[in-house]
């Protein structure tokens, strides 16, 4: 399933799903008073709850699930690895170690909010110190590979060890609440902050994605093209990493979305990253916003974002690998 079809599908449930997420909550809007809040012919209780409430809570949910899927899309091509996702290179660990310091020091969300930015791109830059530190002794790929999971291992401890230490009756459970994930309090003001880097992020891949189909070939195969594979891999890695960074500060950790989604996006439209990428985007904001509208009316208390993405991308998953096994 190519070409128009795959663009066709993929806008279509994204539109569905910004349909659902406005209309249904604890305030629900229908489809005509939605239309005359859009007017603005109507002012009321239902156009404050969607303009300050539900609007900017669907924007940071297409925004996140855009960044986290066009990320893993980017980095499944150019690591030449399926099970490649966003927080390889310790984006997302590095982004919740911030955050965690940030709650533990009892700072406000704003600042909390640039701690785990900064904590994902310092992470992601420390991994390309060691590998670069040890360049020469094996594949580059690999070794910025082997950097992350031991950066992230290393800062998963931190995080435990904040943990232990934090109070248990008001550090320990905004601690917990915040690497489950979630959109329950942001704000237009959140929204704006993440998307410029965000969009920055997203922009660098979108314009490489042409480029970055040479490493898919492999690193000697791209240098005989012409491809300064270096310096290719790490303006990828920098977007990918400016992105994630911002949309984990924004929503906390939400794992599977760059992993699974890219899958999808690939049966629909094939492996060609010129089409994958910016199709993991429209489909990583359709899902991501869907889960979030089931996380909001599912129960009488809202759901982790993290907890639903894990039931619903962990099957999906195992299903795409059993149908790609037997395709």
């Known amino acids: 399933m190519h070409g128009a079809f795959a663009w066709g599908l993929a806008l279509a449930a994204l539109a569905g799903a910004v ?6 909550g604890r305030f629900p809007i229908p489809p005509g008073q939605l239309l005359d809040i859009l007017l603005g012919r109507e002012e009321g209780p239902a156009a404050i709850v969607f303009w300050n409430i539900r609007a900017p809570r669907v924007a940071a949910a297409i925004l996140v699930g855009a960044a986290l899927a066009g990320a893993g899309a980017a980095f499944q091509g150019m690591f030449r690895n399926p099970l490649a996702s966003p927080d390889l290179l310790g984006v997302s660990a590095g982004a919740s170690l911030g955050a965690v310091l940030g709650i533990f020091l009892g700072l406000p969300v704003a600042a909390i909010q640039g701690l785990a930015f900064a904590g994902g791109v310092a992470a992601v830059a420390g991994v390309a110190g060691l590998a670069a530190l040890v360049r020469g002794r094996g594949d580059p790929t690999l070794l910025l590979i082997l950097a992350g999971i031991a950066l992230g291992a290393l800062m998963g401890a931190a995080i435990s060890l904040l943990k232990i230490l934090a109070d248990p009756y008001n550090q320990l459970p905004a601690i917990t609440f915040w690497l489950l994930g979630s959109l329950n309090a942001v704000t237009r003001g959140d929204v704006l902050a993440a998307a410029i880097p965000a969009a920055l ?16 070939l492999g690193e000697d195969e791209a240098r005989a093209l012409g491809a300064n594979t270096t310096l290719l891999r790490g303006a990828a890695v920098a ?29 629909l439209g094939g492996p060609d990253l010129r089409r994958l990428i910016p199709l993991s985007m429209l489909l990583g904001a359709a899902f991501l916003l869907a889960v979030d509208t089931a996380a909001r009316n599912l129960g009488r208390t809202e759901l982790p974002l993290g907890v639903l993405t894990a039931l619903l991308g962990t099957p999906l998953f195992l299903w795409l690998l059993a149908r790609g096994r037997h395709a």
């Open 239 to 267: 977007g990918a990493t400016l992105a994630t960074a911002a949309v984990t500060a924004l929503a906390g950790a939400v794992g599977w979305i760059g992993l699974v989604v890219p899958h999808m996006a690939r049966m």
């Open 201 to 216: 992020g997203l922009a660098v891949l979108v314009l490489l994605r042409w480029r970055l189909n040479l490493l898919t």
């Open 19 to 24: 349909l659902l997420a406005l209309a249904f």
